[in-house]
């Protein structure tokens, strides 16, 4: 199963902006809709790969997904 990471803007920020202002990173699996935590993703919102995951690119991630993601991962 393949993971992705992906934001969740802050109140304001749009995937159009030159700097979108990430509130946290959340992890889906690739190609769902919805974050590992249940959230609704907005599909244009900026991704990145999970080896990002771990890294000072992935804050501020999303604890939920963080454990989920660890329990899925082994
Ligand atoms: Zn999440």
């Known amino acids: 199963m393949e993971y992705v990471m992906q934001a969740h803007l802050q109140e304001g920020s749009s995937p159009s902006d030159e700097h979108p202002q990430v509130e946290w990173w959340h992890i889906a699996h690739a190609g ?3 974050a590992l935590c249940g959230r609704e993703l907005d599909p244009g ?3 990145q790969s999970t080896d990002a995951w771990g890294t000072a690119g992935s804050q501020p991630f999303c604890h939920s997904c963080g ?3 660890l ?3 082994p």
Request: no cysteine; glycine share 0%.
């Open 32 to 34: 769902a809709r919805v």
């Open 45 to 47: 919102a900026p991704r």
């Open 67 to 69: 454990a989920l993601y």
């Open 71 to 73: 329990r899925q991962v």
